[in-house]
């Protein structure tokens, strides 16, 4: 079975610019979860979406958005770009949106010029 | 105010010398405690999940055990391929799935 995927693998946008990244889950698994890795530090959780409805949000500025589709993929889109936000998104998949293990996806390594 | 905290942020083991990372927490409520493999540049790994003190997990050279403050990751006789950092995560009461995370622990094991 494939695992969670991410695109793109890879970003470089410059200050002010917004970008969209995108996450599929396992299959089966309806829950998704959004975090930003930054170099030599924890995940720090952004957005957890349920059924397309969002069931959690992390301490992160309005610039951070996020939806889940019907087919329980999901957008993480920041506008806005600042230097700080340069990182490693990581999205996570679980079964549901209560006390089951994440499974994470390879990230997407965001570069702000 | 709820902590998640590893120790020691780095750790150098020649092969086959046998050791513990620490993961000790503050968090009200827990409902789980995630223990994740991440080697550079890629996704964590998982390993393990733990929900009550007193349980033990395994799996081949890694053990993990929880306490009521804090869970260890035991690794007996690592290899050159078990070089990576290793994440604790929680999960609280009332906050759904959200993962909290440690800042890792670095393991570099020396043929």
């Known amino acids: 079975d494939a695992g969670v995927t991410q695109s793109p693998t890879h970003l470089i946008k410059t200050r002010g610019q917004h970008v969209t990244l995108r996450c599929s889950p396992i299959?089966?698994?309806?829950?998704v979860s959004w975090y930003q890795q930054v170099l030599g530090q924890g995940p720090q959780f952004i957005f957890q979406?349920?059924?397309?409805?969002?069931?959690g949000r992390g301490n992160f500025p309005d610039r951070f958005s996020a939806r889940q589709f019907p087919n329980y993929s999901s957008e993480l889109n920041v506008n806005a770009l600042l230097l700080g936000d340069s990182a490693l998104y990581l999205c996570?998949?679980?079964?549901?949106?209560?006390?089951?293990?994440?499974?994470f996806g390879p990230g997407t390594r965001l570069t702000v010029l | 105010e709820d902590q998640v905290t590893q120790s020691p942020e780095a750790l150098r083991l020649q092969e086959g010398e046998s050791s513990s990372l620490n993961c000790s927490y503050t968090?009200?409520?827990?409902?789980?405690l995630f223990w994740y493999r991440q080697d550079p540049g890629k996704g964590p790994e998982f390993l393990f999940t733990?929900?009550?003190a007193g349980e033990e997990k395994e799996k081949e050279r890694l053990k993990a055990t929880l306490t009521k403050k804090e869970s260890f990751l035991h690794i007996t006789a690592p290899k050159p391929e078990d070089s990576a950092t290793y994440l604790c995560?929680?999960?609280?009461?009332?906050?759904?799935?959200?993962?909290?995370f440690g800042t890792g622990t670095s393991l570099t094991v020396i043929p």
């Open positions: 299959s089966g698994h309806k829950s």
């Open positions: 979406y349920y059924e397309k409805e969002e069931r």
């Open positions: 733990l929900y009550s």
């Open positions: 996570a998949s679980s079964i549901s949106d209560r006390r089951d293990t994440q499974y």
């Open positions: 968090v009200s409520g827990l409902r789980g």
């Open positions: 995560a929680v999960r609280k009461e009332n906050t759904g799935n959200q993962f909290y």
